[in-house]
């Protein structure tokens, strides 16, 4: 029981970050952009927090309010993902780009970014944030059975992602802005003739895209990457690619993906240390190859019509039929 | 001037390469004026190294070096982007390369480093044939997996390949860690493996390490120079290569005219496994470079990913891709020359990943080059079309005129 506890809790705290940069991926693809740079803008928005971080801690600001901090932090690396992801949207809706040839330039120069600034000002190629700007929110050993799995050695961005998942994803089916956007991402032609602005609606989709990649990707160094920010990001956004497919391109599929994979990965992480697990003998490397597995063979028992938007990546040109 | 379209597409990937170049040194000023330590002069021989890379030292020696190893890491590159690119042409997005490349050096390896031929180096070479063989077909199996995953079960084959590439990476570790006799001992190194150089099974140097020398350059460069013109000649000139491409064009399209789309789909994602495979196997059959595979469960090679820009740099053809990995290489090579005038090694990786970002839109390029001549032409024949009657060949020759002034 305990264990299981244990376990669940580190399947949240993996999952939070995944959860969001996926919802990011469904808000650029459903307008009609493939976001393949979420990658680079988890990388950039979680530099850009531990520089924010870092800065307050140098100049004496909020040094007692560590979780004020932390959620500025957040807001920081939405801002700054927001603004990398103007890179993408600018050339693929304003210039037409080929957008998987600009995804992959935006990935390769998000860890440049990092390593360049980070070895001219701080004089190596990461950040390191100080414990206490990266420690649990809440602590709560106290409380009965399974509502420590959300409310005990909980961080705030496991909070704030929550809210700001369950509202986007609200908002993108019920609100009348949303429908445009997904529309975009459908048929912008039928849009366009019923007046929605198309490449406004591919900006939006794209920015809000990279606000989330940003935010997640911070939501991922202060919490499974213990506080350093540096050029790699574990392949995360990449995984949260892989993951919002696997949801079909859909919030609950996406839930359930991120739950999923989170689960597995931390059953392998904690392998080594429960019992039962240990007692079996099998090397850490099994454990890291099943949750790909498992997608996968979820993937082929449960497969359905894909849920893929029709006009992804295709440049919106008026009066093409 | 601008007739040919091949021409069209070398000046767009010339402005792409200048806007690169341009980009970077702006960085490299902003970073003179930030840091006190760096002077003019420090920025005047950044750039020089930025241009010359590996030509840029005066000890003959060196350059020698350099440029050998660079050829070295170009290999497989090489064949990463032809992987990458033989899947684009047929409508698949291989991110699965870096699996592809780790699956073909296990196999390679498991054969290289297993047979000892350090006493006769003609069986050595047989054995090294075995191995990329094996490592081949590991490789081209690994592909398979999300190709017939597209095929059959219609599951994109992005998310398949990214899963893959981590059940690779896990594969490599594990495997190599329970084969205590090939682990680099004797030198005193944990999670390394030995050489091959050691045992005779290396990748034959066709006489280039003494035109070379002291580099890794190994006849690996001559044999993905080949691979890469046999697959230009496939992909445009046989029924094959056209299939495959007619299937990245338009699937419904190439059922409707009788193709088999789902054997195409496998097929393709089995030669981009199988190309990348070699990638993997001639990079680490090399004499000197021993595989590090403590550490691939949770980092990917770089080899895998950048064969993507590789691949889309050249167009997704597969001579080109023997240039833009060269070019690739060369910003990578001039990079380490950089830290020698004060500045990181990652400016390097700016410039080619601003050349990458400005080659996405490098059809705009080509669009605009392309409207422009066309409102010229349409202006010189309605100026022909003035006098009624005008003989054909008369009309060309004002309009060659024309475009050779404006150009």
């Given at each position: 029981m305990e264990n299981l506890i244990l376990i669940l809790q580190k399947t949240i705290i993996y999952a939070i970050p995944l959860l969001i940069v996926a919802l990011g991926g469904v808000f650029a693809e459903r307008s009609g952009v493939i976001n393949l740079a979420l990658e680079g803008e988890m990388i950039f928005g979680a530099f850009m927090g531990a520089i924010f971080v870092y800065l307050l801690q140098k100049g004496g600001v909020w040094l007692d309010k560590p979780q004020l901090t932390f959620i500025c932090a957040l807001a920081v690396g939405a801002g700054s993902g927001a603004l990398y992801s103007l890179l993408l949207s600018f050339s693929a809706v304003k210039l037409k780009s080929d957008q998987t040839i600009s995804g992959t330039a935006l990935n390769m120069l998000a860890p440049t970014i990092v390593n360049t600034f980070g070895l001219v000002f701080f004089l190596q190629e990461k950040i390191n944030m100080p414990y206490t700007f990266t420690g649990y929110a809440i602590i709560n050993s106290n409380l009965p059975g399974f509502l420590r799995i959300l409310f005990d050695k909980a961080y705030l961005s496991t909070f704030v992602v929550i809210l700001v998942f369950a509202l986007l994803s609200i908002w993108l089916y019920k609100s009348k802005v949303g429908t445009h956007l997904r529309a975009c991402g459908e048929h912008p032609q039928a849009a366009d003739s019923v007046g929605i602005n198309v490449a406004k609606m591919r900006y939006l989709g794209t920015t809000i895209s990279g606000a989330l990649a940003g935010l997640g990707g911070y939501a991922y160094i202060a919490t499974v990457a213990n506080g350093t920010a540096e050029a790699t990001i574990g392949g995360m956004g990449f995984l949260a690619l892989a993951i919002m497919i696997f949801g079909n391109w859909n919030p609950i599929g996406i839930v359930i993906g991120a739950l999923m994979f989170g689960f597995l990965k931390c059953i392998g992480a904690v392998s080594s240390s429960v019992p039962f697990l240990a007692n079996i003998g099998l090397p850490p490397y099994f454990y890291n190859i099943v949750p790909y597995v498992v997608v996968l063979v979820v993937l082929v028992l449960f497969r359905k019509k894909s849920g893929c938007p029709k006009a992804e990546g295709i440049p919106y040109e008026k009066g093409q039929r | 001037?601008?007739?040919?379209?091949?021409?069209?597409?070398?000046?767009?990937?010339?402005?792409?390469?200048?806007?690169?170049?341009?980009?970077?040194?702006?960085?490299?000023?902003?970073?003179?004026?930030?840091?006190?330590?760096?002077?003019?002069?420090?920025?005047?021989?950044?750039?020089?190294?930025?241009?010359?890379?590996?030509?840029?030292?005066?000890?003959?020696?060196?350059?020698?070096?350099?440029?050998?190893?660079?050829?070295?890491?170009?290999?497989?590159?090489?064949?990463?982007?032809?992987?990458?690119?033989?899947?684009?042409?047929?409508?698949?997005?291989?991110?699965?390369?870096?699996?592809?490349?780790?699956?073909?050096?296990?196999?390679?390896?498991?054969?290289?480093?297993?047979?000892?031929?350090?006493?006769?180096?003609?069986?050595?070479?047989?054995?090294?044939?075995?191995?990329?063989?094996?490592?081949?077909?590991?490789?081209?199996?690994?592909?398979?997996i999300p190709g017939i995953f597209k095929a059959f079960f219609d599951i994109n084959e992005v998310v398949v390949c990214i899963m893959t590439?981590?059940?690779?990476?896990?594969?490599?570790?594990?495997?190599?860690?329970?084969?205590?006799?090939?682990?680099?001992?004797?030198?005193?190194?944990?999670?390394?493996?030995?050489?091959?150089?050691?045992?005779?099974?290396?990748?034959?140097?066709?006489?280039?390490?003494?035109?070379?020398?002291?580099?890794?350059?190994?006849?690996?460069?001559?044999?993905?120079?080949?691979?890469?013109?046999?697959?230009?000649?496939?992909?445009?000139?046989?029924?094959?290569?056209?299939?495959?491409?007619?299937?990245?064009?338009?699937?419904?399209?190439?059922?409707?005219?009788?193709?088999?789309?789902?054997?195409?789909?496998?097929?393709?994602?089995?030669?981009?496994?199988?190309?990348?495979?070699?990638?993997?196997?001639?990079?680490?059959?090399?004499?000197?470079?021993?595989?590090?595979?403590?550490?691939?469960?949770?980092?990917?090679?770089?080899?895998?990913?950048?064969?993507?820009?590789?691949?889309?740099?050249?167009?997704?053809?597969?001579?080109?891709?023997?240039?833009?990995?060269?070019?690739?290489?060369?910003?990578?090579?001039?990079?380490?020359?950089?830290?020698?005038?004060?500045?990181?090694?990652?400016?390097?990786?700016?410039?080619?990943?601003?050349?990458?970002?400005?080659?996405?839109?490098?059809?705009?390029?080509?669009?605009?080059?392309?409207?422009?001549?066309?409102?010229?032409?349409?202006?010189?024949?309605?100026?022909?079309?003035?006098?009624?009657?005008?003989?054909?060949?008369?009309?060309?020759?004002?309009?060659?005129?024309?475009?050779?002034?404006?150009?």
């Amino acid at each position: 029981m305990e264990n299981l506890i244990l376990i669940l809790q580190k399947t949240i705290i993996y999952a939070i970050p995944l959860l969001i940069v996926a919802l990011g991926g469904v808000f650029a693809e459903r307008s009609g952009v493939i976001n393949l740079a979420l990658e680079g803008e988890m990388i950039f928005g979680a530099f850009m927090g531990a520089i924010f971080v870092y800065l307050l801690q140098k100049g004496g600001v909020w040094l007692d309010k560590p979780q004020l901090t932390f959620i500025c932090a957040l807001a920081v690396g939405a801002g700054s993902g927001a603004l990398y992801s103007l890179l993408l949207s600018f050339s693929a809706v304003k210039l037409k780009s080929d957008q998987t040839i600009s995804g992959t330039a935006l990935n390769m120069l998000a860890p440049t970014i990092v390593n360049t600034f980070g070895l001219v000002f701080f004089l190596q190629e990461k950040i390191n944030m100080p414990y206490t700007f990266t420690g649990y929110a809440i602590i709560n050993s106290n409380l009965p059975g399974f509502l420590r799995i959300l409310f005990d050695k909980a961080y705030l961005s496991t909070f704030v992602v929550i809210l700001v998942f369950a509202l986007l994803s609200i908002w993108l089916y019920k609100s009348k802005v949303g429908t445009h956007l997904r529309a975009c991402g459908e048929h912008p032609q039928a849009a366009d003739s019923v007046g929605i602005n198309v490449a406004k609606m591919r900006y939006l989709g794209t920015t809000i895209s990279g606000a989330l990649a940003g935010l997640g990707g911070y939501a991922y160094i202060a919490t499974v990457a213990n506080g350093t920010a540096e050029a790699t990001i574990g392949g995360m956004g990449f995984l949260a690619l892989a993951i919002m497919i696997f949801g079909n391109w859909n919030p609950i599929g996406i839930v359930i993906g991120a739950l999923m994979f989170g689960f597995l990965k931390c059953i392998g992480a904690v392998s080594s240390s429960v019992p039962f697990l240990a007692n079996i003998g099998l090397p850490p490397y099994f454990y890291n190859i099943v949750p790909y597995v498992v997608v996968l063979v979820v993937l082929v028992l449960f497969r359905k019509k894909s849920g893929c938007p029709k006009a992804e990546g295709i440049p919106y040109e008026k009066g093409q039929r | 001037m601008m007739k040919n379209p091949i021409l069209k597409q070398i000046l767009a990937s010339v402005l792409c390469i200048i806007c690169g170049f341009i980009v970077g040194i702006l960085v490299m000023i902003l970073i003179t004026v930030v840091n006190k330590d760096l002077s003019v002069s420090n920025l005047f021989d950044g750039i020089k190294y930025l241009f010359l890379g590996p030509f840029s030292s005066p000890n003959a020696a060196t350059v020698k070096r350099n440029l050998g190893n660079m050829i070295f890491y170009i290999t497989p590159l090489i064949m990463t982007g032809l992987s990458v690119a033989i899947a684009f042409k047929t409508g698949l997005f291989n991110i699965g390369a870096p699996g592809q490349f780790l699956m073909g050096t296990l196999g390679s390896l498991m054969i290289a480093l297993h047979i000892n031929c350090a006493d006769n180096r003609g069986l050595g070479i047989l054995v090294w044939l075995l191995a990329i063989v094996v490592g081949v077909i590991c490789g081209a199996a690994w592909g398979a997996i999300p190709g017939i995953f597209k095929a059959f079960f219609d599951i994109n084959e992005v998310v398949v390949c990214i899963m893959t590439n981590w059940i690779a990476a896990n594969i490599v570790t594990w495997v190599f860690s329970n084969q205590t006799s090939l682990i680099n001992i004797p030198e005193g190194k944990s999670a390394y493996l030995i050489k091959t150089g050691g045992l005779g099974t290396y990748t034959p140097t066709f006489g280039l390490d003494k035109i070379l020398p002291g580099s890794y350059i190994d006849g690996g460069i001559i044999i993905v120079i080949i691979i890469a013109i046999i697959f230009f000649i496939v992909m445009s000139k046989t029924k094959f290569g056209f299939e495959l491409k007619a299937c990245g064009a338009n699937k419904h399209a190439a059922k409707y005219a009788g193709m088999n789309e789902k054997k195409n789909i496998v097929l393709s994602m089995v030669i981009a496994g199988g190309l990348a495979a070699v990638g993997g196997s001639l990079y680490y059959l090399n004499a000197g470079i021993e595989l590090q595979y403590g550490s691939i469960y949770a980092n990917l090679p770089e080899y895998g990913f950048n064969g993507i820009p590789a691949a889309l740099l050249a167009n997704c053809d597969p001579v080109g891709v023997i240039f833009s990995a060269s070019f690739l290489r060369y910003i990578s090579a001039s990079g380490s020359r950089l830290q020698l005038a004060g500045y990181n090694a990652y400016i390097a990786s700016v410039i080619s990943s601003v050349i990458i970002y400005f080659a996405g839109f490098s059809r705009l390029f080509l669009m605009l080059l392309s409207k422009k001549r066309k409102k010229e032409e349409a202006k010189v024949v309605t100026a022909i079309e003035v006098p009624p009657v005008v003989e054909e060949k008369t009309e060309e020759a004002p309009e060659e005129e024309n475009k050779e002034e404006t150009a």
